[in-house]
């Protein structure tokens, strides 16, 4: 399933700013909506100004975007996301729209995972109980205030019959010093009353790369198998199971260059996205955090998902 280098198309690029980790949803008026990390050209991630609200864009084809006014922001009298929000997920559910997003507080090196909701997609209620969900200390290295970085980011929701939902997140395995990383589920028929399932994929700190965790997975249920999709090392990797809740011991392959990807269908169509940086900057060593969205196709075969350009 190793794929080269193939072409993608930028498609959105707002002025004077980035796109990074992100999500895609189709509105109830039938448009495409983008919600994404969004911060001024050039800024690191816990700059004072930068990735403190979402940015939003919409779209009839998924090619020409328009921006909209940035949604939800930080709120600096809480204790979970005083300083920055990291990486918005969107699913629907019987007509509301559920955005998970990560909660920053760098003086207690703490991510937690939070909720908002809407029903047009442009207004946005925060959860009145953030954050819903932060891992189990029982596996998890997850101790707020503790001058270790607690690690609960970059959310990604399948629905499941069984499960109802699975959520996945980074985090990091406990005990190990950091030598493993993890990408964790819970488990959820409701989308706000979340029961960790555990570390689903567990994998080496990978030191000599430009991603030493593992990032931004996403989740694609096709034919009784899961494809799983994350960053790690220097590109996406691709690892398929049976079990949604188990992956570690899957063999994985490098899959793309691209950055932060979003795999996803419309309109019988499937796609893959990449953000933030130029495509062969592979190590993030001089375009990152400068660029905007690129999407590309991708064609399901026997042995999986092959990247076609467009």
């Given at each position: 399933m190793t794929n080269q280098p193939s072409p993608f198309r930028l498609v959105y690029q707002p002025e004077g700013r980035y796109v990074n980790d992100h999500s895609f949803v189709r509105g109830p008026d039938g448009r495409w909506h983008l919600f994404h990390i969004v911060g001024p050209t050039g800024?690191?991630?816990?700059?004072?100004?930068?990735e403190i609200s979402f940015g939003h864009a919409v779209s009839t084809d998924l090619l020409t975007w328009e921006p909209r006014p940035d949604v939800l922001a930080v709120d600096p009298a809480s204790r979970?996301?005083?300083h920055h929000l990291f990486a918005p997920y969107v699913?629907?559910?019987?007509g509301v729209y559920y955005l998970f997003y990560s909660g920053i507080n760098t003086d207690l090196k703490m991510e937690s995972m939070c909720l908002a909701t809407s029903r047009d997609l442009y207004t946005w209620e925060k959860h009145p109980h953030n954050p819903v969900f932060r891992p189990s200390t029982s596996w998890a290295e997850y101790r707020p205030g503790s001058g270790t970085w607690g690690c609960c980011r970059d959310p990604h929701v399948l629905p499941h019959p069984d499960y109802g939902y699975v959520l996945y997140y980074v985090t990091w395995i406990k005990d190990t010093h950091f030598r493993l990383v993890a990408l964790g589920a819970a488990v959820s028929d409701n989308l706000v009353s979340w029961q960790d399932a555990g570390p689903v994929m567990i994998r080496e700190f990978a030191s000599d790369y430009s991603t030493t965790s593992m990032e931004s997975p996403c989740v694609v249920a096709r034919d009784g198998l899961y494809y799983l999709f994350y960053k790690h090392r220097d590109g996406t990797r691709l690892a398929v199971s049976d079990n949604p809740l188990r992956f570690t011991d899957q063999e994985d392959v490098a899959f793309s260059p691209a950055h932060a990807v979003e795999v996803f269908e419309a309109e019988g169509?499937?796609?893959?996205?990449?953000?933030?940086?130029d495509l062969d900057d592979v190590e993030h060593a001089y375009s990152d955090r400068t660029k905007g969205l690129w999407l590309t196709g991708v064609e399901w075969e026997q042995d999986?998902?092959?990247?076609?350009?467009?």
């Open positions: 800024r690191g991630c816990y700059d004072v100004d930068a979970h996301e005083t699913v629907e559910r019987e169509r499937w796609y893959m996205s990449h953000c933030s940086c999986g998902p092959r990247v076609v350009g467009w």
